[in-house]
């Protein structure tokens, strides 16, 4: 039985989670982009269909087909994910993972942590999306660079709390920011 409602309702306190992290990180406008493919047929109707409330849709449709569609169409078009920086290497003719930019990496920060609090609810702590990150396998997935920042963040986020992390990753994306305007 299909939720649109409720599936709308998720994925919309979700994605306003996010803008407000993203605004706290220095990187408000790519906020208010986050995520907006969610709402289109394509990721929205599976996304429904296989509605859950604790966990993604998409691993109810991958538990059901082996793939997810929505997942495909969404992570190709949203930066933020550590699966749309793939590419393939020219040296060893495989697809690598290639490094993220700061400000996908700062969104993919945010989104994490927006995650865990939708999903976790009132049993979420600082603490819940860095837990989540070790007990799966992205840091694998992901260029070592990349992993290594948005876990140095995660553990920052367990041990400082949100208002320092998000802090220095604002002053990080700002130094970035300035650095690329030379």
């Known amino acids: 039985m299909a939720h649109p409602v409720k599936h709308f309702v998720t994925i919309t306190r979700h994605r306003h989670k996010v803008i407000c992290h993203c605004f706290r990180a220095g990187i408000g406008w790519q906020g208010l982009r986050h995520d907006l493919s969610k709402y289109s047929p394509s990721e929205f109707i599976p996304g429904a269909k296989y509605y859950l409330g604790t966990r993604s849709p998409n691993e109810k449709e991958r538990e059901l087909f ?70 799966g396998n992205a840091s694998k997935k992901m260029h070592e660079d990349t992993a290594a920042l948005l876990e140095e963040w995660l553990i920052m986020l367990a041990n400082k709390g949100e208002d320092e992390t998000f802090a220095h990753i604002k002053k990080l994306v700002i130094e970035d920011k300035k650095n690329k305007r030379k």
């Open 66 to 135: 082996g793939y997810s569609l929505a997942w495909m169409h969404h992570k190709g078009r949203n930066k933020h994910h550590f699966e749309y920086w793939v590419d393939l290497n020219m040296n060893t003719k495989m697809y690598e993972p290639v490094p993220m930019p700061l400000r996908y990496v700062a969104e993919m920060f945010c989104d994490r942590v927006a995650a865990s609090k939708i999903y976790q609810g009132d049993r979420y702590t600082d603490s819940s999306a860095y837990e989540y990150f070790i007990k």
